[in-house]
DNA sequence: TAACATTGGTTGCGTATGCAACTAATTCTT
DNA sequence: AAGAATTAGTTGCATACGCAACCAATGTTA
């Protein structure tokens, strides 16, 4: 009885996501640091965040980002100091931290691009474009089933 | 043409696997605290393959359950503190150490497994079983697809 | 306007994670 | 059998993560 509570566990989507996520940023992880970049995954998905939209302050990055705002108040300290991003203090607002994105961070990012296209191209080998459009759609009920209930840090990405 | 690329990221299978794993984890962890466990997602998981397998030493299980010997070794000293977990050092082979769950941790699983599996009911709320199967196969391959190419720390799950 | 509430950001804490360097035990080689 | 290589586990280090408590600035309300 119990036995079948554990099998379901398994055949359920929640391990196979998972894992295969972890897979995933394993070898991101792995083929950023290969080519010579100090980036962390982490910082990558950062730096493509501000390339797409600059000037936001810390709570709207980590919101979007998904992570609690002293995880990312720590990431924009590193990245800070690596000199990929500018943190600058609002006028208007003196809480407000807006956060830019600097010609080294532009730079690298650039540079970073392909590793990370390459490995994008690797995990879809032998998936069709309809394949693809499926399991993402799926993937997003998934997401709005959980989005439905209790409370989340903030918002979506 | 750079922007090309960035959507091309955008469009992906990987960053929805990933944020999608999140959000699961989140839930999952968050359950896990409401109820009263003082158990980690980490530590549910390792409970759950000690109760599918008793007596593996510690490599084995961090190949098993994905991670490397160093962060298993962390969580199993946690574990043992907890009372969950018995390590044994091995007659034979006094470098190995088996792994064995207490009635301790029996116990804390067996109450813990309905909460996880509310979780999966929820996340799996409107997803057919068809489809359900059919993205554990995409899954499966993009796994396969990177499992071919550098070295993970080791094995499968 | 003074008191209270809210908001953006920081910091301490506990956990998790992988890598590299290390020790002790075991196995392989010569 | 002695020396070399391998293996299991540990530890230091850096990063990441969320929560809770906190501070300073802004907004709200009485």
């Known amino acids: 009885m119990k036995i079948e509570v554990v ?19 394993y070898y ?5 640091q290969q080519h010579g970049f100090k980036l962390t995954k982490e910082q ?3 730096l493509k965040k ?11 990055l980590a919101s979007l980002l998904y992570r609690d705002k002293s995880t ?8 800070e100091k690596k000199g990929h ?6 006028h208007k607002d003196k809480r407000i931290n807006k956060i830019y994105i600097t010609e080294k961070g532009k730079l690298t990012f650039d540079k970073t691009i ?11 080998h032998d998936i069709t474009q ?10 997003k009920k998934v997401q709005s089933n959980l989005k439905l209930k209790p409370a989340l840090p903030q918002e979506r990405s």
């Open 7 to 25: 099998a379901d566990i398994d055949s359920s989507l929640a391990p196979w996501i998972g894992k295969t996520s972890k897979i995933v940023d």
């Open 28 to 32: 991101l992880q792995d083929a950023l």
């Open 44 to 46: 990558f998905v950062l």
């Open 50 to 60: 501000l390339t797409e939209k600059d000037g936001l302050n810390q709570n709207e």
């Open 72 to 79: 990312m108040a720590r990431l924009l300290a590193k990245m």
């Open 85 to 90: 991003v500018r943190r600058e203090q609002s």
């Open 114 to 124: 392909p590793v990370v296209a390459r490995i994008i191209n690797i995990l879809e």
């Open 130 to 139: 309809t394949e693809k459009e499926h399991m993402i759609n799926i993937l």
